[in-house]
């Protein structure tokens, strides 16, 4: 069974240009959270997608958007790029139902290096 | 508002030696508990939970956490520490009437396991 995949792995961008990220969570699972880590950080919730729709939002601009798609995987934008998003890039899934006893599946990570 | 403290940024331990690392949390209602390890360059990995009921969880590679509601702490411990052991450990929390909303970690505590 594979767990949560990422990709890229690793990225490199300059400042103003625009990103996607991509995850496809864990089998059974149909819910995706987004975090950002930064460097020397706890990770911070950015959004959470379910039913393809963004059902929950953190502390984020509106630069930051994502998407669902029908199999559950998932999609991470981030246009206009600043120096302070670089950052590892988690994504998470969990399983059905609004429980909150459930975990989260997390996937490698993308790291994003903005210059 | 719910937030998650992790007192200790490095904790230095022998390999052998017994480990703890801490936590304390707030939340408005009852916590559901969480701890992640987290090895370079990777994603967040899943150790343990406390939902509800005995206040000493037991998870993965030996590791188990004591849920102390008074105190309002959810250390992680474990008996005798590897050298494999050294990662960045992660705690988090979550509202138990919230649903499946997202987890709000702490900043961190990196585990140096000394041969």
């Known amino acids: 069974d594979a767990g949560v995949t990422q990709s890229p792995t690793h990225l490199i961008k300059t400042r103003g240009q625009q990103v996607t990220l991509r995850c496809s969570p864990k089998s059974g699972h149909d819910t995706v959270s987004w975090y950002q880590q930064a460097l020397g950080q706890g990770p911070q919730f950015i959004f959470q997608y379910y039913e393809e729709e963004e059902r929950q939002r953190g502390n984020f601009p509106d630069r930051f958007s994502g998407h669902q798609f029908p199999n559950y995987s998932s999609e991470l934008n981030v246009n206009a790029l600043l120096l302070g998003d670089s950052a590892l890039y988690l994504c998470?899934?969990?399983?059905?139902?609004?429980?909150?006893?459930?975990?989260?599946?997390f996937g490698p990570g993308t790291r994003l290096t903005v210059l | 508002a719910q937030s998650v403290a992790q007192p200790e940024d490095q904790v230095n331990v022998a390999e052998g030696n017994p480990l703890t690392v801490k936590c304390t949390y707030s939340?408005?209602?009852?916590?559901?508990l969480f701890w992640y390890v987290q090895y370079p360059n990777r994603g967040l990995q899943f150790l343990l939970k406390?939902?509800?009921?005995?206040?000493l969880v037991k998870g993965s590679y030996g590791f188990e956490a004591e849920f102390n509601k008074s105190q309002t702490s959810f250390h992680l411990k474990k008996p005798s520490a590897l050298v494999s052991d050294s990662a960045l450990y992660f705690c988090?929390?979550?509202?138990?009437?919230?649903?499946?909303?997202?987890?709000?970690f702490g900043k961190g505590t990196r585990l140096s396991v000394i041969a």
């Open positions: 406390y939902i509800t009921g005995d206040n």
């Open positions: 988090a929390v979550r509202d138990a009437r919230s649903g499946n909303t997202p987890l709000v």
């Open positions: 998470a899934s969990s399983p059905s139902g609004n429980y909150g006893y459930n975990e989260q599946f």
């Open positions: 939340v408005s209602g009852n916590p559901y």
